[in-house]
């Protein structure tokens, strides 16, 4: 029987959930399927949920890189609907809470997500008219 470890993660979306959020993941090797499932409640039902992690070297002398997992509808990716579930990852297996002082840090991963990854529907990003 598998338990559940509840993490805080960082939702960024326009809707009237957003901010830090707690994050119910099973208590057993992460994997993808894990993590998609534990984030599923955070988007429609009809999402295509797409996880990318993007690896980050620490601030301090006594911190180690980590990994920030952030997940998105593939199909809304770069509109103002997507919404954006960052958790943070730590020695390969372990997801830390995420606080205040990484919150900067998720809005940089997701710039560089919007940079590096295409928007899923070009069109409804021209709202600058």
């Not at 894990?34 to 955070?42: E, Q, T, V």
């Not at 797409?50 to 593939?74: C, H, T, W, Y």
């Not at 297996?93 to 840090?105: C, I, P, R």
Request: charged fraction near 25%.
């Amino acid at each position: 029987m598998s338990t559940k470890e509840t993490v805080t993660g960082c939702l960024v979306s326009s809707a009237p959930v957003n901010g830090f959020v707690e994050v119910q993941l099973n208590d057993s090797p992460l994997t993808h399927r894990n993590i998609l499932s534990a984030a599923r409640k955070y988007f429609t039902e009809e999402a295509q949920l797409k996880e990318v992690r993007i690896s980050l070297e620490a601030g301090g002398e006594d911190d180690k890189p980590f990994q920030m997992i952030v997940i998105f509808d593939n199909l809304l990716h770069g509109s103002m609907k997507c919404a954006y579930l960052a958790l943070k990852l730590i020695d390969e297996n372990n997801v830390a809470d995420l606080n205040h002082q990484d919150y900067m840090t998720v809005i940089r991963c997701i710039d560089c997500l919007l940079t590096k990854i295409p928007a899923a529907n070009k069109e409804e990003d021209n709202t600058s008219n």
